[in-house]
């Protein structure tokens, strides 16, 4: 039987760590040009400069009625935010994740379906459009098309996906749900890490090892730097809320909805228990990330650790959860020391931003920056110091304190990386390095090259390659006879 062909297509994380796509095309197993299959990995938008926005808005590279199924790796947006831009294209085949990952996405996608058509009506109100009449990407109505297609997925079971295919996913310890995938096809296989955990996430369970493979598409996103260690963990956090409170300020957290949100109240009940900080009122201020904390309260999932119950990411003793409009709004006329926790994490939108227009211009205010801000979001401006941000096409003075606490980033930093990789238990023939600003993807693929001796290439937006098993590594090759 003729070697399938089999070709990888990177649409997304190259290049730029948002809008994770992966296109995997198998060719028929009599390797004749019909009946070829094709598996996106991942769905998720860009995010961050424009010039990565712009292509969420570009025609599909290849007509979306044509992929077979998605299978996805987790639940964050750059990794399922264009699932319903593809439903609207004509894709209608299965999407398969965990139940984890399953549930999270349909409150993610929920949201970001009705965040798109309000930024198309307020385009439209407010005039700062180019375009005559601002249309969304999708609406939610693609949203609930979306959702039927989803198929659950076990832990470290193989499935079955037809034509020789089998995935399987393993725990990534990165968020609740989210997976590494394998897939094995016509003797090949390729494994995609996902966003990979640290060792031990705060809540969750720890992640796992997947089986070794042929072919590994592996993340950067902290490629190129190392997380402080234990001891001084939430230093920064604890003593910019104590400075704050004691000034008459308030403190407001920008914080993705789904585990970061979490974290952040497992850290700031650890804090109070402690006498770190004092005791005040904590506002979730974003009706997404309560949704998710009840998902994350629901133990029959199996996803929390054994020494984590719910009462030690809810139990301070004054929890505000802002629902609705109307109690959002309300918190605007508070001015009493509290801590606001809203989305989005980097400042892109969500109900942070009327926050951030009130507080950013208080010398007296903290804005604690918690987790990774990619290039051109306004997280990343106000990381920098810029002395002001536009928000809602006003430009707001930046007065208040910006602190950054790195601890609560659950992306595994490149100790972690490498470590993942080593427990393969052996030298994939190529290691494609993606999900990471261009320089620190470089130079995370040299310590691969340096530290393990394999393979290691950062491939380019667009670039296909050939995932042909067995090919010999420059190393192993026996000595050129013509000397």
């Known amino acids: 039987m003729a070697q399938r062909r089999v070709t990888l297509t990177f649409l997304g994380a190259a290049g730029t760590v948002t809008g994770s796509k992966y296109l995997l095309t198998v060719g028929p197993e009599d390797g004749g040009g019909q009946g070829e299959r094709r598996i996106l990995v991942d769905a ?18 290849v007509d979306p009625a044509t992929i ?8 964050h947006n750059d990794h399922v935010g264009y699932l319903p831009a593809l439903v609207r294209q004509g894709f209608g085949g299965p999407v398969r994740a965990t139940e984890g990952t399953r549930r999270l996405a349909e409150i993610v996608l929920r949201d970001a379906g009705k965040l798109q058509e309000e930024a198309a009506e307020e385009a439209r109100r407010g005039g700062w ?38 995935a399987r996913w393993t725990r990534a310890g990165h968020i609740l ?17 996902g966003d990979l955990g640290r060792h031990d996430h705060p809540l969750l369970k720890a992640r796992g090892t997947p089986p070794a493979s042929d072919f590994v598409v592996c993340e950067s996103t902290y490629g190129d730097r190392e997380h402080p260690e234990p001891e001084v963990e939430h230093g920064p956090m604890a003593d910019a809320v104590s400075r704050t409170l004691a000034r008459g300020g308030l403190v407001v957290i920008p914080a993705f909805a789904v585990d970061r949100t979490q974290l952040v109240l497992k850290v700031l009940v650890d804090l109070m228990r402690s006498g770190r900080i004092p005791e005040v009122p904590v506002v979730v201020d974003s009706p997404m990330a309560l949704k998710a904390l009840d998902v994350y309260r629901d133990e029959s999932l199996g996803e929390l650790r054994d020494d984590v119950d719910t009462d030690d990411f809810t139990g301070m003793p004054e929890l505000i959860e802002a629902s609705t409009s109307r109690e959002s709004r309300a918190l605007n006329r508070r001015f009493d020391p509290m801590i606001i926790v809203a989305s989005s994490g980097m400042v892109e939108g969500g109900r942070v931003l009327h926050h951030l227009a009130r507080l950013l211009p208080d010398v007296r205010n903290t804005v604690i920056l918690t987790g990774y801000q990619a290039a051109g979001t306004r ?18 003075r930046v007065r208040a304190e910006v602190v950054r606490d790195e601890e609560f980033s659950v992306h595994g930093d490149a100790s972690d990386l490498l470590d993942w990789l080593r427990d393969l238990g052996r030298e994939p023939e190529t290691v494609f390095v993606t999900h990471g600003e261009q320089d620190v993807a470089r130079h995370f693929a040299g310590r691969i090259a340096e530290e393990l001796d394999w393979t290691a290439v950062v491939p380019r937006y667009g670039e296909v390659v050939s995932l042909v098993p067995g090919a010999a590594h420059p190393k192993d090759r026996p000595p050129d006879p013509a000397g």
């Not at 077979?68 to 639940?75: E, G």
């Not at 459009?129 to 198929?151: A, G, I, N």
Request: avoid cysteine; proline fraction near 4%; charge should be negative.
């Open 177 to 193: 749900g989210s997976a590494s995938v394998r897939l094995a096809v016509g003797g090949t296989s390729v494994l995609f890490s």
């Open 379 to 396: 997280g990343r401006s106000i990381e920098e110091g810029a002395r002001s941000v536009k928000i809602n096409g006003h430009y707001i």
């Open 68 to 75: 077979s199924d998605v299978v996805l790796t987790h639940a």
């Open 44 to 61: 998720g938008v860009f995010q961050g400069e424009k010039q990565w926005r712009l292509r969420n808005w570009e025609e599909f590279p």
């Open 129 to 166: 459009s180019k375009h005559e009449d601002p249309q969304p990407l999708y609406d939610v109505q693609d949203v609930e098309e979306t959702l039927p297609l989803f198929e659950t997925v076990q832990f470290d079971e193989d499935v079955d996906l037809g034509d020789g295919l089998v």
